[in-house]
């Protein structure tokens, strides 16, 4: 298990960008966003993951 699989990540659709927004509660904020749901959950991730190993 990655150590991001311990944090909460929320992608959600924002009707004022017309795309999906990826965050980390306590971690990051909006931080990758696209139009395919599961491409901006993966870099959401990825991006989480990398923020802990420097952390």
Not at 50 to 55: D, F, N, Q, R, Y
């Amino acid at each position: 298990m990655s150590e991001s699989a311990k944090y909460i990540k929320i992608v959600e659709w924002s009707d004022e960008d017309g795309c999906f927004i990826g965050y980390c509660p306590g971690i990051i904020g909006p931080c990758c966003h696209g139009n395919n749901e599961v491409e901006v959950f993966r870099q959401l991730c990825e991006i989480v993951d990398e923020l802990l190993v420097h952390a």
